[in-house]
């Protein structure tokens, strides 16, 4: 007998699959569902609901009738899927399938992701929808049922990831960014959610670059020989993964040991763990130096392939050669950067070795490439030679870069080098693309930056200059069609740059000039008169401060203009934006930094008295110094101006203050001054230091202590004529503590708060 509470829940039932037979729109799943299958109903319940203003419904396929009509979109491996030949279990990770039957539309795709991004190639392609940014996702009202629709794809490249900003909380951007189809989250924790967006590990332990400290540091004293060797003819045992040294390559022993590390790295990974979620790229790459071993039989390998990125690749082959029979499925992943960058001859990877590439920018010392601009450019000849030549020797992983890493203020688009290096790289079989793209304040039209990179790493084929007009359209809204000509008239002053645009400092930008930031002013003049919206303005503001903070930099270079009145316009537009890109700890700090900067522009400091019969040609005190990693611009009561550059060092230093300028392009010392501790001055005060008589280059920079953590540029001072270019370069510096000063009961440290080139 049936109770009367069964017979209401058939009833209910019935009354449900009735409503579900004539129903318009519905999402059907499988009767039960994987995780994947059913995050994916739930976004596309969610960006549907919003598109046709109406409430729609997850339905499992056991309720819905045969004989069922309507709008109907079935996710994942239904049996209406199967009847109509889509069963998706053939499918890669990431493939997708979308097809219309009548006017229902099956979405699925493999697993783990490939039925969620069919999801989202159905929301972009035929609902119009963009994931702007994390705050921002335009879905544009549906007016028709899409229909006869036949199409299949993955994404070009099997690891996209995207190194960005780090506002908290982050769980809006790597949504956002998911969205975009990102699938590698550098070193960003939180596993649980990506879990939960159907991310898992790409990398397997340790880490994703440079691994070689990581196999190396549990090995004893009884290993010294399997460390690599350094000129001086040391042995260099790496204390993190910046080293110092590397590993020795061309021991067995040392090949025997990353083998059998390696195989216990995947075996742990895999543990309790489902095959899906196994990892298939470990990385063994060198720590983050350039000591590599220089022993006769590295070098003998290294002159056998006519470079030493054959030593790195002999080393890795050997160890991938080990486990590719055991583990067929895992890729080894190396390093093509620094030391090894430059292809060899007469060698080729193993088909279980991914060659990653990282060609740094010409900022560093050991870069050659202009990163903003495109591999085809005339400045990147050389590096896109690489990247080909290395594309011929095995399968590619790339480590790029969309931003400079310059400690100046500098303007670079990066939508050239977005739109034509990707295509190159699809066309060269790269199989992994990871990109730092941090500084959202520093860099102009950033969320357009990352938005494009982001689905031009999923499609490479796409227009870029449509995507760029999308993108501006929606963004900017009433005020699109002046950003759209900021971005284009950005573009066409930087190509007067002939030089690399990491090495032309911005005193030297003459595309930068007066002309260009009355045409700047122009255009957000009318973009403000058009916006509509507060989040507008937002976006506007960005960009503004942005452009603004490059003009406050160039004040020397261009007519007189109000400082105050600029500054302040940075301060209320970094105000209005920052809550969107950067942590709310964080917002007062740069606000602060803002204003300080602000007052020390207008410092007036007079000629040290011993200069006073000298011309002073350039006088850098603390507004035009830098931070750099471990020294800090901070408050010193008796330094020039209230602040120097502080390094809370010198126990290392015995005692010697050491102070230089060094040529980057010629990898030499021009001049070095040390100074012993009976030598020194022990007043614990500031000092003028007289290094004598230099030739400024091209690529320079002075420095102080021996860690060269203490530095400063000198470069834009060089006149490219060749004349006038020698100068005395004289140091104000203060040492305190007692590896310094006898007896001192001060912190050990050195200061500097001024650099004057004098003639």
């Not at 929808?129 to 994390?134: F, I, R, Y």
């Not at 953590?709 to 040492?735: A, T, W």
Request: glycine share 6%; net charge neutral; hydrophobic share 40%.
């Amino acid at each position: 007998m049936f109770s009367v509470l069964k017979l209401k829940k058939i009833l209910s039932l019935i009354s449900f699959v009735a409503t579900v037979t004539s129903y318009g729109q519905i999402i059907v799943i499988p009767e039960t569902p994987s995780p994947e299958e059913q995050h994916a109903a739930n976004e596309l319940q969610e960006h549907l609901q919003i598109a046709t203003n109406s409430k729609i419904q997850i339905v499992p396929e056991n309720q819905v009738g045969k004989d069922a009509d309507g709008n109907m979109i079935f996710i994942g491996l239904t049996q209406f899927a199967a009847e109509n030949g889509l069963e998706f279990k053939e499918l890669g990770k990431e493939e997708w399938n979308l097809k219309s039957v009548g006017r229902k539309i099956v979405l699925g795709g493999g697993k783990p992701r490939g039925t969620l991004y069919a999801v989202y190639e159905f929301l972009e392609r035929y609902c119009g929808v963009m994931w702007l940014d994390e705050h921002t996702t335009h879905i544009p009202k549906l007016q028709t049922w899409p229909e006869k629709i036949d199409i299949k794809g993955k994404p070009a490249f099997e690891v996209r990831g995207l190194y960005a900003y780090f506002r908290e909380p982050q769980n809006k951007r790597r949504l956002y960014m998911a969205r975009n189809r990102q699938n590698l989250f550098h070193d960003e924790g939180n596993q649980p959610f990506l879990n939960s967006l159907e991310i898992h590990p790409v990398f397997g332990s340790p880490r994703e670059c440079h691994t070689y400290y990581n196999y190396t540091k549990e090995w004893g004293a009884d290993l010294e020989d399997c460390f690599s060797l350094s000129t001086d003819g040391k042995r260099l045992r790496a204390q993190s993964a910046s080293g110092p040294g590397q590993v020795c390559f061309s021991n067995q022993k040392c090949i025997d040991l990353f083998t059998a590390k390696l195989e216990e790295f995947i075996q742990a990974d895999r543990k309790n763990k489902p095959q899906a979620e196994w990892p298939i790229i470990y990385e063994i790459s060198a720590n983050d130096n350039e000591s590599k071993c220089v022993c006769e039989n590295c070098l003998a390998l290294a002159k056998k392939y006519d470079s030493y990125g054959g030593t790195v690749l002999a080393f890795t082959n050997a160890i991938a050669a080990r486990i590719k029979n055991k583990y067929p499925e895992v890729y080894v992943e190396m390093f093509a950067y620094g030391f090894s960058e430059i292809p060899p001859k007469g060698i080729r990877a193993e088909k279980n070795v991914l060659i990653r590439v990282a060609q740094l920018g010409s900022e560093f010392g050991q870069g050659i490439r202009d990163t903003l601009r495109p591999l085809t450019h005339p400045n990147n000849i050389e590096p896109n030679r690489r990247v080909q030549e290395w594309s011929q020797l095995g399968q590619l992983a790339v480590w790029d870069y969309w931003t400079m890493y310059v400690r100046e203020a500098r303007l670079g688009l990066c939508t050239a080098a977005i739109a034509a290096n990707l295509p190159l790289y699809e066309k060269l079989g790269v199989r992994s693309v990871f990109v730092e793209a941090e500084n959202p304040l520093n860099n102009i039209f950033y969320a357009l930056r990352l938005w494009l990179g982001l689905r031009m790493l999923n499609n490479p084929s796409l227009d870029a200059k449509n995507e760029i007009k999308r993108f501006m359209t929606v963004y900017y809204g009433a005020a699109a069609a002046e950003m759209l000509a900021l971005h284009d008239y950005i573009e066409k002053r930087e190509s007067e740059i002939k030089g690399r645009l990491n090495d032309v400092a911005l005193r030297h930008r003459q595309d930068l000039d007066d002309a260009f930031f009355a045409e700047a002013e122009r255009l957000f003049a009318v973009a403000w008169s058009r916006n509509e919206t507060p989040e507008i303005t937002k976006r506007l503001a960005k960009e503004r401060a942005c452009l603004n903070s490059i003009r406050l930099e160039r004040r020397a270079e261009l007519l007189p203009f109000e400082l105050t009145k600029l500054g302040q316009q940075i301060r209320d537009d970094l105000k209005l934006s920052l809550p969107d890109w950067t942590s709310s700890n964080k917002i007062a700090v740069i606000l602060n930094e803002l204003d300080t900067k602000m007052t020390g522009i207008n410092l007036m400091l007079p000629t040290p008295a011993e200069l006073a019969e000298r011309e002073v040609v350039v006088d850098l005190t603390w507004p035009q110094l830098y931070n750099h990693y471990q020294s800090k611009i901070i408050e010193v009561a008796d330094a020039a101006g209230g602040r120097a550059v502080v390094l809370k060092k010198g126990d290392e230093d015995k005692g010697l203050l050491q102070f230089g300028l060094y040529d980057v392009a010629g990898k030499r010392e021009i001049k070095t001054s040390k100074i012993p501790l009976e030598e020194n001055f022990q007043d614990e005060k500031f000092h003028l230091y007289n290094l004598g008589k230099v030739t400024l280059t091209s690529k320079c920079y002075a420095w102080a202590h021996y860690s060269w953590n203490i530095q400063r540029p000198l470069s834009e001072f060089y006149q490219s004529n060749g004349i006038s270019n020698e100068y005395d370069l004289y140091f104000s510096i203060k040492v305190q503590g007692p590896a310094y000063v006898k007896d001192s009961l001060q912190e050990n440290a050195i200061m500097l708060d001024r650099i004057l080139l004098v003639r």
